[in-house]
């Protein structure tokens, strides 16, 4: 778009798009919050959240959501805004840990991904600690993914790629 008054262009983008995914912001942190703190498999999740018409491939979920943890993880910036819009005085990057906040054990294996779902868990422990304190879960959600939104609008970057394409096969970049 172009200022009525100064004709500069100006890029908008809408605050629930989430560059590096298809997902909106809404779905990503539903959908991360769904998985960690659920049974549910990566397989369950459009089948219970979708319509059968219309699904999203359940591989489109484990991307966005583990692209999340790991840009947590990876990116000292998101870290200190995490604790400027998603923690409570208690909750901090250095000394969250997922599994002493309420979370179910890790469903995963491996490390690097156990590593990125832990990134996935520790910015969503606000959502999951005011959750347990019995608050209405619509606008608890609601606040949550307003101070989401400001923490990726401040960062101003896409979510990184899990996997990179090196001559025809898919390398983990983990």
Same mark, same amino acid.
């Given at each position: 778009? %172009?200022?009525?008054?100064?004709?500069?262009?100006?890029? *908008?983008?809408?605050?629930?798009?989430?560059?590096?995914?298809?997902?909106?912001?809404?779905?990503?942190?539903?959908?991360?919050?769904? $998985?960690?703190?659920?049974?549910?498999?990566?397989?369950?999740?459009?089948?219970?959240?979708?319509?059968?018409?219309?699904?999203?491939?359940?591989?489109?979920?484990?991307?966005?959501?583990?692209?999340?943890?790991? &840009?947590?993880?990876? %990116?000292?910036?998101?870290?200190?805004?995490?604790?400027? $819009? &998603?923690?409570?005085? %208690? *909750?901090?990057?250095?000394?969250?840990?997922?599994?002493?906040?309420?979370?179910?054990?890790?469903?995963?294996?491996?490390?690097?991904?156990?590593?990125?779902?832990?990134?996935?868990? !520790?910015?969503?422990?606000? &959502?999951?600690? !005011?959750?347990?304190?019995?608050?209405?879960?619509?606008?608890?959600?609601?606040?949550? *993914?307003?101070? &989401?939104?400001?923490?990726?609008?401040?960062?101003?970057?896409?979510?990184?790629?899990? $996997? *990179?394409?090196?001559?025809?096969?898919?390398?983990?970049?983990?």
């Amino acid at each position: 778009m %172009c200022c009525n008054v100064c004709g500069k262009p100006v890029k *908008i983008v809408p605050a629930f798009m989430v560059e590096g995914t298809t997902l909106t912001l809404s779905a990503l942190a539903f959908i991360a919050f769904a $998985y960690e703190s659920s049974a549910l498999t990566w397989r369950d999740l459009p089948d219970k959240f979708c319509d059968q018409e219309n699904k999203i491939a359940h591989s489109t979920l484990y991307k966005a959501v583990h692209s999340m943890g790991k &840009l947590f993880v990876e %990116c000292v910036e998101v870290q200190k805004l995490f604790e400027r $819009y &998603l923690s409570f005085p %208690c *909750i901090t990057a250095e000394n969250c840990h997922p599994e002493a906040s309420g979370w179910p054990s890790s469903k995963s294996e491996h490390p690097h991904t156990i590593a990125r779902e832990d990134g996935a868990r !520790t910015l969503l422990t606000q &959502l999951l600690s !005011t959750i347990s304190s019995n608050t209405a879960f619509i606008n608890l959600y609601l606040r949550y *993914i307003e101070r &989401l939104n400001l923490l990726l609008i401040e960062l101003n970057r896409p979510l990184p790629k899990l $996997y *990179i394409r090196n001559t025809g096969k898919y390398v983990n970049t983990s």
